[in-house]
């Protein structure tokens, strides 16, 4: 059974205006996932289906055996953890510490476990230094990270970044999506809403292309990202690494969606190809 499923989900925000369409998807527990179109393609939309934030208007939408036509949103919270775009949407404690406690104290834990967690996390995310800091003093790279550790600690099955590395420069983009990697090794499900087809490259496994309110297509990472009519048709454009290596499988070069794979990929090449001569 998918861990989130849309089934003949249809959305409209006014009558007859639809702005998802007959949207059939399913989603496995330990998916990295990246959702992909550009603006008004209905990204947004399907996220706030999924969160509970908006109910289909037909179909329905279901996570982790909840439907979430029929679920509370603060039900849904704790089955989902929602990265917000822009961190300052989402700090508002006055210290690191007690954003992270926030969130575990709605979940009615004991005083000790909301401590074991609030200890577990900082050392996880490497926050001990900053733990009485105002988060809103720290680097936007370190308050997105805040906000994403601050979700870890209620431990929900399924997170989902919008945008998470919009206004990040190379390192704090870096930092945000390797932590979203390594949080998906640990068997978390990731769905990553972006704009950043690099990003998309390089981490996702599965990349959902949205148009106009349709699922366009659903593939492996490799097979959607070397479709450039298709990423053409919804205003996209692959990665130069991607264009690149692609233009080169009829050297029989394989493709590659990174630079450092497109290396690798360049290395054994020229070995196989000393080897021969």
């Not at 919270?77 to 926030?102: C, M, R, W, Y």
């Not at 390089?202 to 097979?223: C, F, H, I, K, S």
Request: proline share 4%.
């Amino acid at each position: 059974m998918a861990l989130i499923s849309l089934e003949d989900v249809s959305f409209a925000y006014l009558k007859l205006d639809y702005v998802l369409k007959n949207v059939n998807l399913g989603f496995e527990p330990g998916e990295f996932t990246a959702i992909i179109g550009n603006n008004g393609s209905g990204k947004s939309t399907l996220m706030k289906l999924i969160l509970g934030l908006l109910k289909p208007s037909r179909g329905r939408v279901v996570v982790d055996g909840v439907d979430t036509g029929r679920a509370r949103v603060s039900e849904l919270a704790q089955k989902i953890g929602f990265i917000f775009q822009n961190p300052h949407d989402q700090l508002f404690s006055n210290t690191v510490a007690e954003e992270i406690v926030f969130g575990l104290k709605n979940l009615g834990l004991s005083p000790e476990e909301i401590e074991t967690r609030l200890e577990e996390t900082l050392t996880h995310f490497d926050l001990q230094a900053v733990r009485d800091v105002f988060p809103r003093f720290l680097a936007r790279g370190d308050k997105q990270k805040v906000c994403i550790a601050s979700i870890v600690a209620m431990r929900p099955r399924i997170r989902l970044l919008d945008e998470p590395t919009t206004g990040q420069d190379h390192r704090d983009s870096r930092q945000i999506l390797e932590l979203a990697s390594q949080l998906n090794q640990e068997g978390i499900t990731i769905l990553l809403v972006t704009h950043d087809l690099i990003n998309v490259a390089q981490y996702a496994r599965r990349v959902l292309v949205l148009n106009n309110g349709n699922v366009m297509r659903d593939g492996p990472t490799a097979e959607i990202m070397a479709d450039f009519d298709l990423l053409e048709s919804c205003h996209l454009t692959p990665p130069q690494v991607v264009r690149l290596s692609a233009r080169l499988q009829d050297l029989g070069f394989p493709l590659a969606l990174s630079t450092d794979e497109l290396v690798e990929r360049a290395e054994a090449w020229l070995a196989r190809r000393e080897r021969v001569s």
